[in-house]
């Protein structure tokens, strides 16, 4: 495949394009694959935007990450013979994929080192966002759960105006419910909380945070590298 046909991911990993088997489209409210699925391939996102989501015992949905350009998603099922998804991958926003078959860079990884080597460095950045916000849930409740939703989604895709941080995304209170793990009446109760005491602002379905550091202290925040606190 043409190189210049697929965009350059922002971790130093371009040679996974090498391995690259196709390009696919992607529509909104469409899964790319599924939790169970049997894992063959792997995804770079041109275009678009994914939620990684696992649906836990009790019925409920806990979103894990939203990726868009640039990110590498599937990336869990590697080095396992016969492995499956161990999340669901649905599509946000419409886009295209790059694919990557699974056997195809498991074999480049064990041959080219500087890839492998960094390709653990990035994993690491994974886990240590899931594990900072796994962190926020179990410490600080559903209130904290929000809170932390709200910041990283303004590192994420925050922007900066005149009246504080717009978060440029399109989010229901369910799919911020399923970041927290918890019912969309939680977050309904919260949200309505923070708009009370003026720390956010909701405009057709628009969040603005007023008063980030409030959020922020309420959390105990730790002041994580931006880079690690986020949902993508």
């Not at 860079?105 to 240590?128: C, G, H, N, T």
Request: proline share 3%; charged share 25%; aromatic share 6%.
């Amino acid at each position: 495949m043409n190189m210049q046909s697929v965009k350059e991911i922002p971790i130093t990993l371009s040679h996974l394009f090498e391995t690259v088997h196709h390009v696919k489209k992607i529509e909104r409210g469409s899964f790319l694959f599924q939790e169970g699925g049997q894992a063959e391939e792997l995804f770079i996102i041109q275009s678009g935007i994914l939620q990684l989501s696992k649906i836990i015992p009790d019925g409920r949905e806990l979103t894990l990450r939203m990726c868009n350009s640039g990110d590498f998603v599937g990336e869990l099922n590697l080095f396992s013979p016969g492995s499956r998804y161990l999340l669901s991958a649905r599509v946000i926003e419409s886009g295209e994929v790059a694919v990557i078959m699974k056997d195809e860079l498991e074999e480049k990884l064990s041959q080219d080192l500087p890839l492998a080597f960094e390709f653990i460095r990035w994993m690491s950045l994974q886990y240590r966002k899931t594990q900072t916000k796994f962190r926020d849930l179990v410490l600080h409740g559903k209130k904290g759960a929000l809170y932390s939703t709200l910041i990283r989604i303004c590192n994420s895709y925050g922007i900066n105006t005149n009246h504080g941080i717009l978060i440029n995304i399109p989010l229901t209170n369910q799919e911020l419910a399923n970041f927290c793990g918890t019912s969309r009446e939680v977050v309904n109760r919260l949200l309505s909380d923070l708009r009370k005491n003026g720390i956010i602002s909701i405009s057709k379905g628009a969040i603005t945070i007023h008063d980030i550091d409030y959020l922020k202290l309420e959390i105990d925040c730790e002041d994580c590298p931006v880079e690690i606190c986020k949902v993508d």
